[in-house]
């Protein structure tokens, strides 16, 4: 009887046995390798499969139990916040909690503090993290020691951090962050990389290579860098899915969900996209959205995950995976409906209100 592997077996068999042939007959036509090679590439050109994103929601979303207690539906920490950028915690933070979450804290710089905490009472803002300009050189030694030590105290009780959302690019501040990422990898502990975090790690991969729990959320600037630091090319927009699994696998299998039109989601194994829902409004602070709000289904794909001991009747398997499609399809559909009450005016704050709602459409919280 002829097993799957066997089938395997002889599809691999057969297909070497064709492209053997294939580069036979090339030479014999005199036709150039690069000729050859991109015929191959069509043949071969990995497609990525649209997921089942209202699936994915429905088995990793927990029901509301009025025995559990606070913080078993999520602990959510964001790094990030400094003078110039405050906004852009407070919408990751905040997606968090609007979807779930029980706690969403901000590590940010002492001046972007108390601007935070103004826009909410809801937010945990730890301001222990400074910027150059405030720090002499004598005392910067002494001042990283200080905020790993305050963030080594917090590190065990999170479930996931996103790191990244108005961080800027002042020097000190991301060796400061830098050191948290090494003490969450350690950990153990989901990381998800957005703005100038990417900045960060396209200049530093070995902070998140070969690292499975962590989520790169590239827009179309950040997706460019990456490609050219760790492809050595340009984007190929043909071969788009192909190329995403292609930059997975080079920085060691992370996660990486990139941001468009339609949403591709790669762990250097397989290719998903998220097509359903969405906006034609492009205003600034979704991708912050997207962050906090996969943090929560990331962190709630690994306890279904424990609960089910593996027994997930879902596709992929895989935790960083189902947080992206869970992630972004929710994000999708917030936009589209904040986008059919708003039209033009529509502004992150509306996606964010929208969230709830749209989340309840799809899993009922009882």
């Known amino acids: 009887m ?74 959510v920490a964001v790094i990030g916040g400094c003078r110039e950028y405050t906004g852009a915690p407070y919408f990751s933070a905040i997606s968090a909690l609007k979807i779930g979450a029980d706690l969403s804290h901000i590590f940010c710089t002492k001046d972007a503090a108390p601007v935070i905490k103004g826009y909410s009472p809801e937010l945990i803002v730890h301001p222990i993290l400074e910027e150059s300009y405030t720090i002499r050189d004598e005392e910067k030694g002494s001042f990283s020691e200080k905020v790993h030590t305050e963030i080594n105290k917090w590190m065990e009780r999170f479930d996931c951090l996103v790191v990244g959302p108005g961080l800027g690019r002042d020097t000190f501040l991301l060796d400061c962050v830098s050191e948290i990422m090494k003490h969450a990898r350690e950990s153990n502990i989901p990381i998800i990389i957005d703005g100038d ?22 827009n179309v600037n950040e997706y460019k860098r990456l490609v050219q630091k760790v492809l050595n090319c340009e984007v190929n927009e043909e071969n788009a899915p192909e190329q995403l699994l ?26 998903n996209s998220v097509s359903i829902f969405g906006s034609p409004r492009r205003c600034g602070g979704q991708g912050d959205v997207l962050t906090g709000s996969v943090a929560v289904f990331l962190s709630w ?53 929208c969230l709830g709602k749209s989340l309840e459409d799809i899993c009922p919280a009882i």
């Open 301 to 353: 794909a690994r306890q279904s995950i424990r609960a089910a001991e593996g027994d997930l009747n879902i596709s992929p398997r895989n935790p960083t995976m189902l947080g992206c499609i869970a992630g972004a399809a929710l994000v999708r559909k917030a936009a589209s409906v904040a986008f059919e009450h708003k039209r033009r005016s529509t502004l992150t704050s509306d996606i964010i209100e």
């Open 246 to 271: 292609s930059l997975a696998k080079g920085i060691g299998g992370v996660t990486i969900l990139r941001k468009g039109k339609t949403d591709l989601i790669s762990d250097g194994k397989t290719v």
């Open 2 to 75: 002829l097993t799957c592997l066997d089938s395997s077996k002889n599809f691999m068999l057969a297909s070497s046995a064709v492209v053997r042939r294939q580069q036979f007959l090339v030479r014999s036509l005199g036709a150039t390798g690069n000729q050859f090679n991109r015929r191959l590439m069509q043949e071969t050109k990995v497609m990525s499969k649209e997921a089942d994103s209202e699936k994915i929601l429905k088995a990793i979303t927990p029901s509301l139990d009025p025995s559990k207690h606070k913080g078993q539906a999520g602990k």
């Open 197 to 218: 975090g990417l900045f960060l790690v396209t200049n530093s991969l070995d902070l998140i290579s070969g690292y499975p729990l962590a989520v790169l959320t590239p």
